[in-house]
């Protein structure tokens, strides 16, 4: 089974898969830098963004609506659609690497599709239950990009390095 691995693939098409790795690595970093364009990736920012900011006695206009239904509905199908669709294609060329254990990257291919669900589905959480969520959110959100970045590094390394 050795030809199954990414090292074996002919030189063109770990190009291809470079590339895509890559390009796909700047979406997702521009997606981060714009949750921490909208949340200054704290939690009191992330509160603040889903379920709205505090009304202060002088002004009764909050600087922040929370966000409506609508608008949690939109972004969590979206975003779950397209993690999923992410983690999949990352997850089926990461099984044709060689870095890790079948163990580790059994969960590395697995983790991501989880923590899309909590993170995503946190986001109501805030809004309706407790803003605390967001640490929720945040943890999960952290291991989701993590997981990401693990992954695109690993598939770009052998790509082409080997």
């Known amino acids: 089974m050795e030809y199954l691995h990414i090292r074996n693939f002919p030189k063109e098409v770990?190009?291809?898969?470079s590339v895509f790795?890559?390009?796909l690595s700047i979406g997702v970093t521009i997606g981060l830098i714009y949750v921490g364009y909208n949340t200054d990736y704290s939690a009191t920012g992330t509160q603040?963004?889903?379920?709205?900011?505090?009304?202060?006695?002088?002004?009764?206009?909050?600087?922040?609506y929370p966000k409506s239904l609508e608008g949690l509905l939109l972004t969590t199908h979206t975003h779950v659609m397209s993690f999923a669709i992410i983690f999949i294609v990352l997850g089926a060329l990461l099984f044709f690497t060689e870095?890790?254990?079948?163990?580790?990257?059994?969960?590395?291919?697995?983790?991501p599709f989880i923590s899309t669900?909590?993170?995503?589905?946190?986001?109501?959480?805030i809004r309706y239950i407790h803003p605390n969520f967001?640490?929720?959110?945040?943890?999960?959100?952290?291991?989701?990009?993590l997981s990401y970045y693990i992954m695109a590094l690993i598939i770009i390394k052998e790509s082409v390095l080997k």
């Open 21 to 23: 790795v890559i390009v």
């Open 134 to 145: 967001a640490y929720l959110t945040i943890i999960s959100g952290v291991l989701m990009y």
């Open 14 to 17: 770990k190009l291809l898969i």
């Open 48 to 64: 603040n963004y889903y379920a709205g900011y505090p009304v202060s006695p002088e002004f009764q206009i909050p600087e922040q």
């Open 99 to 111: 870095t890790l254990s079948k163990k580790w990257t059994l969960i590395l291919m697995i983790e």
């Open 117 to 125: 669900l909590v993170t995503f589905g946190s986001f109501y959480a």
